[in-house]
């Protein structure tokens, strides 16, 4: 499977695998998702105490299992031994995500911790999933480091929570609605996400004039350079 294959691609994105009958961010939710007929998994990476990068959302474990603290309080071989609510389902290890799924399916990576972008791209690289792999954030500046860093590896600028761009104002920058970076020549922003989810999007998105015709895969936005 290979990532930005073409032009007319349809994004399939199981965010977070489901959250329907399922714990979130599971092996078994991804399983789910690529059932479903998914082509891309997105999910969030955080460092445990240890500093092992792990896929959960929250900064803290209340929502998703039974135990209270936050995930930077815990080392590895502490939250091995964590279950999720619904399931009883393990917190899997970034690494485990990719052996799995590798050659199964796409992974949109949320970074939750700006700090962790190095360890993923060299993991992304080690792996030699960089054509599968997306980066996602809500930070520009982020995303901008990150090009610096490596410009083959693909992002994703979630717009809708984006902190250094709005989504008003990105509408606003005319016909052709691009993010240059300016570090290198090369680098932009590949993706655009404005939600996982027609309910996520911002009362002020339908408020514009025209918004949906404005965003259109392929057409004025430059989604897939």
Same mark, same amino acid.
């Given at each position: 499977?290979t990532?930005?294959?073409?032009?007319?691609?349809?994004?399939?994105?199981g965010h977070?695998g489901?959250?329907?009958?399922?714990?979130?961010?599971?092996?078994?939710?991804?399983?789910?998702?690529i059932?479903?007929?998914?082509?891309?998994?997105?999910?969030?990476?955080?460092?445990?105490?240890?500093?092992?990068?792990?896929?959960?959302?929250d900064?803290? %474990?209340?929502?998703?299992t039974?135990?209270s603290?936050?995930?930077k309080?815990?080392?590895?071989? !502490?939250?091995?031994?964590?279950?999720?609510?619904?399931?009883?389902s393990k917190?899997?290890?970034?690494?485990e995500?990719?052996? $799995?799924?590798?050659?199964?399916? +796409?992974?949109?990576?949320h970074?939750?911790q700006?700090?962790?972008?190095?360890?993923v791209?060299?993991? $992304?690289?080690?792996k030699d999933?960089?054509? +599968?792999c997306?980066?996602?954030?809500?930070?520009?500046?982020?995303?901008?480091?990150i090009?610096?860093?490596?410009?083959? =590896?693909?992002?994703?600028?979630?717009?809708t929570?984006?902190?250094?761009?709005?989504?008003?104002?990105?509408?606003?920058?005319?016909?052709?609605?691009? %993010?240059?970076?300016?570090?290198? +020549?090369?680098?932009?922003?590949?993706?655009?996400n404005?939600?996982?989810y027609?309910?996520?999007?911002p009362?002020?998105?339908?408020?514009?004039?025209?918004?949906?015709?404005? =965003?259109?895969?392929? !057409?004025?936005?430059?989604?897939?350079?």
């Amino acid at each position: 499977m290979t990532l930005l294959n073409n032009n007319n691609q349809f994004f399939f994105i199981g965010h977070r695998g489901t959250r329907v009958g399922f714990d979130e961010n599971t092996i078994e939710a991804f399983q789910i998702a690529i059932d479903s007929g998914a082509n891309y998994i997105e999910f969030d990476v955080r460092a445990t105490k240890d500093k092992k990068i792990i896929i959960f959302h929250d900064e803290k %474990l209340n929502r998703i299992t039974n135990l209270s603290g936050a995930i930077k309080d815990f080392n590895l071989e !502490e939250i091995k031994t964590f279950k999720t609510k619904i399931t009883g389902s393990k917190i899997p290890l970034l690494s485990e995500i990719f052996e $799995i799924f590798k050659n199964k399916i +796409n992974f949109m990576i949320h970074l939750k911790q700006a700090e962790l972008m190095k360890d993923v791209i060299k993991m $992304i690289k080690t792996k030699d999933l960089t054509k +599968n792999c997306v980066i996602s954030e809500r930070k520009l500046s982020v995303l901008k480091m990150i090009h610096h860093h490596d410009h083959q =590896i693909k992002t994703c600028y979630n717009i809708t929570h984006g902190k250094d761009l709005s989504l008003q104002e990105f509408l606003k920058k005319g016909e052709k609605k691009t %993010l240059s970076f300016s570090v290198i +020549n090369t680098g932009q922003a590949d993706l655009y996400n404005l939600s996982f989810y027609l309910k996520g999007l911002p009362e002020d998105y339908f408020r514009m004039q025209e918004s949906v015709e404005k =965003i259109k895969v392929g !057409e004025e936005i430059n989604v897939i350079p």
